[in-house]
C-alpha cells in the first residue's frame, strides 16, 4: 500500500515555478523521501531525496515540514519537456531489501 | 553516470512462448536489482527482487515459476516470462542501484522498460 498521497493532476504554465505537494503523514523517523518522474512509456526518473532536511540539486527542490508529514518538489522553471507523472514516494526497508511503494503519482501537464 | 539499460524495449510474442528480458548496469555494479511490472494508467507494481548469486525474492502473488529471474552478475539480471498469456501484456522495469553506494537510502536507478505483447 502506498503511504503517500498527491493531487491526481495539475497544471503549469511554461517558465514558471511547479510545486507539487505531497502527504506522508505516517513516515517514521529514518524513512526518507523520494521523489520521481516517469515521461510517457519510459522508466522513472530519479530527481531527489530528502530525510528532513531542505534539498537542492540541478533538477528540482525539496522542501520538507518540520513534523516531515508532507512535502513539496519544486521545479523552479517548468518546460514543456518536464510534463510527466510525478512520484512521491517512501520507502519501506524489509530485511535487506529495499522496496519502493509506488502510488499513482501527480500527472503534470506543462502548457504553453 | 549509474545508467541502467533494458533489452528489448519492446516485444511481441504468441501465447505460450517465453520472452527473456534483460537488465544490464552499464556503468557500475549491483548486487541488488528490481523488478516491476506496469499496466496502462497504473503505478509501478514490485514483482522481485534480484540477488547476484541466490534466488530471487518474489512478491505475494507473484509467480516464481511463471517470471524466472537469474541474477548471474553484478551487472545483469534477466526476467524470463514463460508460457506467456494475453494478460502478461504489461510494461516491465527494472531498477539498481550502485553497489558502492552502501547506505540503504541510496537512490535506485531505473531502465527505460521494456513493452511486452502476447498475442
Known amino acids: 500500500d502506498a503511504k503517500t498521497t498527491q493531487p491526481p493532476s495539475m497544471d503549469c504554465a511554461e517558465g514558471r515555478a511547479a510545486n507539487l505537494p505531497c502527504n506522508h503523514s505516517t513516515i517514521s523517523g529514518n524513512e526518507y523521501v523520494y521523489w520521481y518522474r516517469q515521461i510517457h512509456s519510459q522508466g522513472p526518473q530519479y530527481i531527489i531525496h530528502?530525510?528532513?532536511?531542505?534539498e537542492t540539486n540541478e533538477m528540482a527542490s525539496l522542501i520538507i515540514t518540520e513534523d516531515r508529514k508532507s512535502s513539496t518538489l519544486i521545479l523552479p522553471h517548468a518546460t514543456l519537456r518536464d510534463t510527466a507523472v510525478y512520484y512521491c514516494i517512501v520507502r519501506v526497508y524489509a530485511g535487506n531489501n529495499r522496496k519502493l511503494i509506488w502510488g499513482l503519482g501527480t500527472s503534470l501537464a506543462v502548457n504553453p | 553516470g549509474a545508467v541502467v539499460s533494458q533489452h528489448p524495449s519492446w516485444v511481441i510474442c504468441k501465447s505460450g512462448t517465453s520472452v527473456k528480458i534483460e537488465c544490464r548496469s552499464l556503468?557500475?555494479?549491483?548486487?541488488?536489482m528490481f523488478w516491476y511490472r506496469q499496466f496502462p494508467k497504473q503505478s509501478l507494481m514490485l514483482m522481485a527482487t534480484s540477488n547476484e548469486g541466490s534466488k530471487a525474492t518474489y512478491e505475494q502473488g507473484v509467480e516464481k515459476d511463471k517470471f524466472l529471474i537469474n541474477h548471474a552478475s553484478l551487472t545483469l539480471s534477466t526476467l524470463t516470462v514463460t508460457s506467456a498469456h494475453p494478460e502478461d501484456s504489461s510494461f516491465y522495469i527494472c531498477s539498481a542501484s550502485p553497489i558502492t553506494q552502501s547506505s540503504y537510502n541510496s537512490p535506485l536507478h531505473f531502465g527505460n522498460g521494456t513493452r511486452l505483447t502476447v498475442t
Open positions: 530528502g530525510l528532513k532536511n531542505n
Open positions: 556503468d557500475f555494479q549491483a548486487t541488488t
